[in-house]
Each structure stands twice: as C-alpha cells, then as structure tokens.
C-alpha cells in the first residue's frame, strides 16, 4: 500500500516546512514535492500540521491498583491514545512483592497481548529488589527488550523499596545498560502525614494534597538524584509537578549530572485548588495537583531542557471506583484520565498560548520519548525510512472536552467544558490510516 500525504506543513524537534510524504507500507519511503507516482490513497493536508504520532510514555491500563483496576482497559486504552493523537504507549508491569519479575511479565502479557489498536512496550516497576531479581535484570533486557525498570520511594507497604534495594538495583541496571525511573516522594513522610490525618478526622480529598507537601517530592527528587550520581545509572523522575523538585533536578545538573524529568500534562494546566471542590475525588493522584508557581516553574523547564518530556500517567477510574475513598481520602484510588487529551490540551495551552514552539511540542511529546526509551529514529520523528506513525492536526479547530464525546473508558473528564484550539484530524500508525475525520478506520485488533 503507498499513500501521499500532500501539502502539509511538517514539524519535527527541528524542522518547519511544507512538503509532501510518500509512505509505502509501514515507513516513509521519501519526503518532497512534486512526485510522480500514483499512490493508492492521498490525503490532502493542505492548512494543517502534520506531525510524528504522539508518544505517552507514562500509562496505567487495565492495572490492579489499591483494590481495583485502572477502568481502560488495553483496546479502550490504546484506541483513545489514537483519537487523541497518541500511536504509541509505554505502559507500567508491576512485580507483586515475593513473586518473580517474569511472573509479572507474564501476567501483564496476558491482559495487553492481542488487546491494543495501538503500538505500546513496557517498563518493569522492580517492588521487590533481591538475589532473585537481580538476577532476572539482564534476561529482560537481552531477551524481552524491556530496558526501563521503575522504582517506587512511595506508597509504602504496597510498592516502596527501600534506599538499600534502590543503590543495588541500580548498580545492577547499570551494570546491564538499562535506565532506572522513578516516582519520587518521601513514602514515610507521606506515610506519616496520611496517618495522622486520618487519625484526626480529616477525611475529605484536600488532605491526599496535604499528605503530599512539595518537600515530600523535593527530597526525593534529590535523594534519587544523588543515588543514580553514586552509581551511574541513567535516571528519569516521572511525573515530577513542582519547583522544589526542579530545583533538586536543577542542583544535580551542577555537577554535570543528567537526570531526564517527565512531566504530565495535568501538572500544567490544572491547580490544587480542584481538591476543594465537592468533587475533588475525581483529581487525587498521586503527586496532588500542585500550585500555580510549580506551573509557571514546569512551562519554563520546559523551555530551558530540563523538562523533556511531556507524559500523563494516565491511569483512570470511573466515579463509582473514586467513591471506594467517599469517607476517606487514602481509600480513593489515585490517578488521572488524560491518554486521549494530552496532545490537544498540550497544543492549545502551550503552542496556541505562546508557552512553547510547535519545535518543543513535538520534541516533549514524541521525539523525546523516543530518544530516551530507545525507538529513536525508528519512532518520534517524520524522516524516510522512519514508521509512517503521522498526525495530521487542525491548528485552528476549536471544540470542547467532554465525558460525552471522548473515548477512554470513564465516566467523567479532569476538564470538562474545557474549550480547545486545535484538534486531532487524521492518524496513521506504521502506514494504515488508523482515525480519520474521528472515526476508527480499523477497529479491529489488528497489530
Ligand atoms: O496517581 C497516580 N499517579 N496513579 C498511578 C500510579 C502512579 O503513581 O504513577
Ligand atoms: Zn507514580
Ligand atoms: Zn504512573
């Protein structure tokens, strides 16, 4: 199958410019103007943008968490990835404590293979770091291609290790030549803080924010960023939110450490403030929504490098599963639902309100990824020979966010009645016109 996509204004990490992509079965054949052939489909994108397919390196589908499991499933998970513009997902295996990192592998296996509409790999959550596991590093690597192991300083008595198995995890990832990543806060402070509000009476959704203070992420931020400096290992913070913690990333760079940051897109654009409302519920995640300050802080890491990439940490559940914390905060299962909307909203609050250039949108949002877990130039860019994984964008379009029209499966939207500029038209995944003009082209699970 060959298709022409014609008159479109491609942008990369680097580029800007108008010009037509021929693509012949699953990657770019060639770029250019004026070809001669007669491809089997053509696409006019004559006044849009086309752009490499996002990548959300950060998700959580169909994941038992805190006594339930994530409401998207994999085919509902990676479908609303595609409408929102979003061809490829890395999603989050966790060990159970005392059982084998394959055993896990083979259980998240078994929920994603033959599900999912859209490309995705996995990072392999280490919850339990021992002889055993030590041993089974290298084999993931070599043999599974899995090359991110993520670690947990929180949720303590659930995922947490410990500074002793963190220093030898890594040692053993850098010994292998993965990267470590990490959800970085204090789990006994915040273990702390949990407790003695509860043991107070404050219940309500404002005191998960509380439980969590900037100096919870801060420390930790800095802790792993002196540990990973100790070792040598390659670490990434993932959905760091705010000023202290860039400023631990900041102090690191000092002694010419790199230390990539996530963020995620909900750390952006929405506050703390949510926690106060009656249904404050639906924004616990964990780190809490934070302060306008961390915004403006993460707007500008962004633009200085040290913020590179743009995440969601989608991890959805529907209101009757937020219900599960009605009396108690740390009962609520904590996470997001963003996969469909992180591209638009990071268009229309970024690019659309001069925050950052079409360049750095594509550079957080697909490029970078792509560079950092291993796919780049395969993925994350438009250039021959790379995956035909294109999206071709309205940047003009407005319409508005709701639980009504969007396709995760759950029962509300972080941003309804959200009105937007830009707008996902068209996407193609490895060449296959996978949505066009919102609707599914191959809804079959195919890949
Ligand atoms: O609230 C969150 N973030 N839920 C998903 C698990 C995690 O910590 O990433
Ligand atoms: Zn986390
Ligand atoms: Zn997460």
Redesign the pocket.
Known sequence: MTTLIKNGRIITATDDYSADILIEGETIKAIGKGFQVKAEKEIDATGKLVFPGGIDP?V?LDMPFMGTYSSDNYETGTRAALFGGTTMVID?ILQKQGNSLQSALDEWRGRSDGNCVGDYSFHMAVTDFNEQTKSEIKGLIEKEGISSFKTFMAYKGALMIDDRQMVGLMQEVKKQGGLINV?ATNGDMIDYLIAKHRAEGKLSPLYHYLSQPEVTEAEASGRFADLANYTGCPGYI??LTCEGALNAVRNATRRNQKVFVETCIQYLILDASLYEKEDGAKWVMSPPLREQKDQETLWAGINQGLVQVVAT?H?PFMLEQKLMGKDDFSKIPNGHPAIENRMELLYSEGVHKGKISLNKYVEVACTNPAKIFGMFPQKGTIAAGSDADIVIFDPNEQHSLSAKTHHMNVDYSGYEGWKITGKVKTVLLRGQIAIRKQRMQNPERIW
Do not use: A, Q, Y
């Open positions: 950060h959580h989050f959800h993932v959905h940490d991890c």
